[in-house]
Each structure stands twice: as C-alpha cells, then as structure tokens.
C-alpha cells in the first residue's frame, strides 16, 4: 500500500504562511491526495485534494511535485484555529481513509 | 445541509456489555464509513458500507460489527466490551462509492468510556 510521510509537529506564527510537506514516493498513478485536519476533541475535516494539478480553495492550497512522490499544503495566513492535527492521505480503496500520524502545527499568537 | 450526526455523544460502559452507536450521514449520501480512534493508535479504519453492503473492513475482531439501512443510516455495535476498546468512535459520509475525487465528511464522533 502506498504510504505518506509527514514530519511530527511543525510551528508557524501567526498570519504568516505555512508549508506543510508529505512525502509519498509509492503513490500510484489514480490515488489522489486528500489532506484533513483534526481540532481538537473534533472529528477530523476536510481540507482539500488533488491529483495531478495544483489545487486552490477557500481553506488553502495544494501543490503536487510533477512527479507525485510529494505534495505541499500551504496555508496563506495562518491563525490560531488553524492550530490541529494535519493528515495527508492516499486514498487507495473505495472510501476507506489511512491515517499516518499526521503533522501537528502549532500557531504562536 | 445537516452534517453527519452521531449519537450519543458520550457514553460509560462497563467490561462486558455491548454498545451500539448511531450514524445519520448526509443527505444524499450512499457510503458511511466507521473509523476508531485512541491516543495510542491513532485514527484505525472499522468498516465501510455502501448500499446497505459491507465494502471493506479493517483489521478488528468479530466483536466489532456494523450495518447500513435502506436510508443509508448506519449503526455500529461492539459486544463484550474491553477497557481497551475506550476511544472515539468516528463515522464518515461520502457521496459516491470510491473517495477518488470525492469527498469524506466526518462527524464529531461517539466518545466511550469503558469502565
């Protein structure tokens, strides 16, 4: 199965920018990309998810190496909600969704 | 458009008793999904059911069942309860039958405690 890599924990401040990168060398050429994220004592919600192309919408931005061996999610501006838990996911069977650990960002004031 | 509704919320269950948790999913939405989550393991897949029909399942003992209506409505049940199965429970809606382009909604989850 093809698997993500993504660094344990990541911290960005306030209105700035942040890059959070996923590695995923074994990716084959139909699973697409799908990033989540977990607040806190929530379930986790829907970011954005892409194939080939880079990919944009309200929440963020998602670029995707020519390859595909890795993709970068890019927050604009980050603010203290966007403080959770970050997963990038390959989804390989039907709706079925493996979760790595994820990255968790933190956001200084 | 309602979210994906699960309930109770929370629950306390002793070793040994059984517990079903409720799903309502999207209006509209075919595929519900049930994932377990503890500080230990993380965020583990349980099972998926599109049209009433189990798709696939994770890697969890028979104790964990579940099943889809004709609503689309889904229902989880574990028997026997052990401390460890103490987690949130997760279900998730998606439109179609393959994630590939779609997208997966989840609820905020079913909190058990074992005791």
């Known amino acids: 199965d093809a698997k993500t890599t993504q660094p344990n924990s990541m911290e960005s401040n306030e209105e700035e920018p942040v890059h959070l990168p996923c590695n995923h060398s074994t990716i084959s050429g139909t699973d697409y990309i799908h990033w989540y994220r977990q607040l806190p004592s929530q379930g986790p919600e829907y970011v954005i998810h892409?194939?080939?192309s880079n990919v944009n919408n309200r929440m963020a931005s998602l670029a995707i190496a020519e390859d595909r061996k890795s993709s970068t999610l890019i927050l604009h501006r980050a603010t203290l909600r966007d403080a959770a838990v970050y997963y990038c996911?390959?989804?390989?069977?039907?709706?079925?969704?493996?979760f790595g650990g994820g990255t968790r960002l933190m956001v200084k004031p | 458009k309602a979210g994906v509704t699960q309930t109770p919320r929370y629950l306390i269950k002793t070793r040994g008793q059984q517990v079903t948790l409720s799903c309502s999913p999207i209006?509209?939405?075919?595929?519900v999904s049930w994932y377990q989550q503890t500080p230990g393991q993380g965020l583990q897949f349980l099972f998926e059911?599109?049209?009433?029909?189990?798709?696939n399942k994770g890697n969890f003992p028979g104790r964990f069942s579940g099943r889809q209506f004709s609503n689309s409505r889904s229902e989880m049940n574990v028997s026997t309860l052990e401390l460890g199965d103490s987690a949130l429970y997760l279900c998730?809606?998606?439109?179609?039958?393959?994630?590939?382009?779609?997208?997966?909604?989840f609820g905020e989850g079913s909190w058990l405690t074992v005791v």
């Open positions: 996911i390959l989804i390989i069977t039907g709706n079925m969704l493996t």
């Open positions: 059911y599109f049209s009433e029909t189990q798709r």
């Open positions: 998730a809606s998606s439109l179609g039958q393959g994630a590939n382009g779609n997208t997966i909604y």
């Open positions: 892409g194939l080939t």
């Open positions: 209006s509209g939405h075919r595929s």
